[in-house]
């Protein structure tokens, strides 16, 4: 059996040649809502993963930022604390020399040469630490100001995609709402309690090649359907 490729009206030589079903939804006001909120609950789930995992990959980079600047620190006292200790050896040989009374005012120099030079040198380490701290802090900072924009982007984004879909939703039923107005609840009762020529004569005034109307609540066959339908278009065919 095939269906008709098209289907002429006599009366205002009206002809159809497709049909386009754009959607398909449950005719149960709850199962409609069930599907919604599915949709929505979906994308709070994955909305609320990714934010975990946005928090938790901001969370990581921070402590091992708060590691090296740590660790940046313990090196940088080290080394000041070696320039110290090679600071007090050179005083200690300064006083030694002076000690001998020979050659003073040359150990007083040598010392007071060697004194700069090691202060300078705990000074530069105390720089180095300071520069390499203010480093550390710029990049952290930097770290946390990306992941805060990473987490409010897909916020924004998951929003969106709710909104969106909520608007969908309302824009199908309101599509179907104006369907069933279209036909008029007087036509459907008459559909649905008519015999099976009234059916058909009245869908063919509707401009319908055929309808199914259920409660919502009493499972269907779709293929046997399928078949009736197709059955019920041939028929009229033949005669």
Not at 92 to 118: D, F, N, W, Y
Request: net charge negative.
């Amino acid at each position: 059996m095939k269906v008709r490729d098209s289907f002429k009206f006599a009366a205002n030589n009206l002809l159809i040649t497709n049909v386009d079903i754009q959607s398909v939804e449950p005719v149960d006001q709850r199962t409609r809502d069930s599907l919604q909120k599915s949709v929505q609950l979906a994308i709070e789930i994955t909305t609320n993963s990714q934010e975990a995992t946005a928090r938790h990959e901001a969370e990581r980079t921070e402590q091992e930022a708060k590691g090296r600047l740590e660790r940046q620190k313990i090196n940088d006292e080290a080394e000041a604390e070696k320039a110290r200790t090679e600071l007090l050896k050179l005083q200690a040989l300064s006083a030694a020399v002076e000690s001998t009374g020979q050659a003073k005012a040359e150990a007083q120099s040598r010392a007071e040469s060697q004194r700069i030079e090691g202060e300078a040198a705990v000074e530069q380490a105390q720089l180095n630490a300071d520069a390499q701290n203010i480093e550390a802090n710029a990049e952290l900072k930097r770290i946390n100001d990306a992941r805060t924009s990473e987490i409010t982007y897909i916020g924004s984004t998951n929003q969106l995609e709710i909104a969106k879909a909520k608007e969908m939703a309302d824009i199908e039923t309101n599509k179907f709402k104006d369907m069933v107005n279209a036909l008029g609840a007087e036509n459907i009762a008459r559909i649905a309690t008519s015999g099976h020529d009234n059916q058909l004569a009245m869908l063919r005034a509707l401009g319908l090649q055929s309808t199914l109307i259920t409660d919502g609540s009493t499972p269907l066959n779709l293929f046997n359907t399928a078949k009736g339908l197709v059955g019920a278009l041939k028929a009229p065919e033949s005669e």
